[in-house]
């Protein structure tokens, strides 16, 4: 079963728009989140990440919320732009003495010029 | 600084082969990790070296994959003898730091196909 769940395979937004793709996971003892990048033929990249002792966390144009109580978490790109057409991961740190990311099935990202 | 190199890139077995992917990590990196995605699904994790022992290999599949890390430096995947639902790619990441302040790098990934 799924932990970590990214329900929008795809999402097509027009460029200078905001981006929100979103994050639900099932673990409440999770308390670290992460969001990768992918390009094509690449591996995945880190963009940004959260604590749960924050709400939110910001970078430029990059903005991650986290809702504990709901267990979710969004990122949002403001503005977006056509080089942040990608498929994006969310992750969660798993904690613990074996501690490793487990990852939702991603989103692709299309920003139209 | 180099990232964390894997080979091959891509490779294409016919089912019962053996396939070994290498990933050579960043110099300094005592966490090594392999994950893997299948065709649309998430990436999977498979297990964790710290320096050359196997810290979790609660992701591994089955038997029939083999992962070493000698003198913890770089570390193989073997898979033997390869089946159809092992396609995928196979990712490897490094860290220096365990733990959530640990950014994991990857690599670009090996495609592996199994026909």
């Known amino acids: 079963d799924q932990q970590v769940k990214q329900n929008s395979p795809s999402l097509s937004v027009q460029e200078g728009r905001i981006s929100i793709l979103n994050c639900d996971y099932t673990?409440?003892?999770?308390?670290?989140f992460l969001w990768y990048k992918k390009y094509p033929a690449e591996g995945p990249t880190f963009l940004i990440s959260i604590s749960s002792i924050k709400d939110k966390n910001e970078d430029g144009r990059f903005t991650v919320f986290l809702n504990k109580s709901a267990k979710h978490l969004s990122l949002h790109i403001v503005p977006s732009q056509p080089g942040d057409s990608a498929v994006y991961f969310c992750a969660a740190w798993t904690g613990g003495s074996q501690g490793n990311l487990i990852f939702g099935k991603g989103t692709k990202l299309s920003v139209k010029p | 600084e180099a990232g964390v190199t894997q080979f091959p890139s891509h490779s294409v077995i016919e089912k019962g082969q053996t396939v070994t992917l290498r990933c050579d990590p960043i110099?300094?990196?005592?966490?090594l990790y392999w994950y893997r995605r299948v065709m649309g699904k998430e990436i999977k994790f498979l297990l964790h070296f710290v320096k050359e022992s196997k810290q979790d290999e609660s992701g591994m599949p089955n038997n029939r994959f083999l992962a070493e890390r000698t003198g913890g430096t770089y570390s193989t995947l073997k898979v033997q003898p390869a089946e159809l639902e092992d396609s995928g790619v196979y990712f490897c990441?490094?860290?220096?730091?365990?733990?959530?302040?640990?950014?994991?790098?990857f690599g670009e990934g090996s495609r592996l196909t199994v026909l």
């Open positions: 673990n409440s003892m999770f308390d670290y």
């Open positions: 110099s300094g990196h005592d966490n």
């Open positions: 990441a490094s860290s220096q730091a365990w733990g959530r302040t640990g950014e994991l790098f």
